[in-house]
Nanobody, 115 residues
Framework: QVQLVESGGGLVQPGGSLRLSCLASGFTFSRAHMKWYRQAPGKERELVAA???????NYVDSVRGRFTISRDNAKNTVYLQMNNLKPEDTAVYYC?????????WGQGTQVTVSS
């Protein structure tokens, strides 16, 4: 059974940092493309960052230089380090795993950036 469990969200002031984690199980993690999405109220879900099995990374322009995606295959975990957070980063953040045999989502974790 494929499971993706996000953690690390919370309330942070503008300019602050958070690190999200997504613990995966039930599939071969090292072979999956791992992605972080977010969805703000009233907006469509958008791809924020992605990392390939070979650790190539991609970012949406609005977070490039502030967010870093990484993976630890030994721990079956993908991370999203978020620095210099802005109010417009407020959203529910979702982890997604994609491979030849799976396409699964986590339940999401709330990130709120507010003073």
């Amino acid at each position: 059974q494929v499971q993706l469990v996000e953690s690390g969200g919370g309330l942070v002031q503008p300019g602050g940092s958070l690190r999200l984690s997504c613990l995966a199980s039930g599939f071969t993690f090292s072979r999956a493309h791992m992605k972080w999405y977010r969805q703000a109220p009233g907006k469509e879900r958008e791809l924020v960052a992605a990392i390939s099995p070979g650790s190539s990374t991609n970012y949406v322009d609005s977070v490039r230089g502030r967010f870093t995606i990484s993976r630890d295959n030994a721990k079956n975990t993908v991370y999203l380090q978020m620095n210099n957070l802005k109010p417009e980063d407020t959203a529910v953040y979702y982890c997604r795993a994609v491979s030849l045999v799976i396409d699964s989502w986590g339940q999401g974790t709330q990130v709120t950036v507010s003073s």
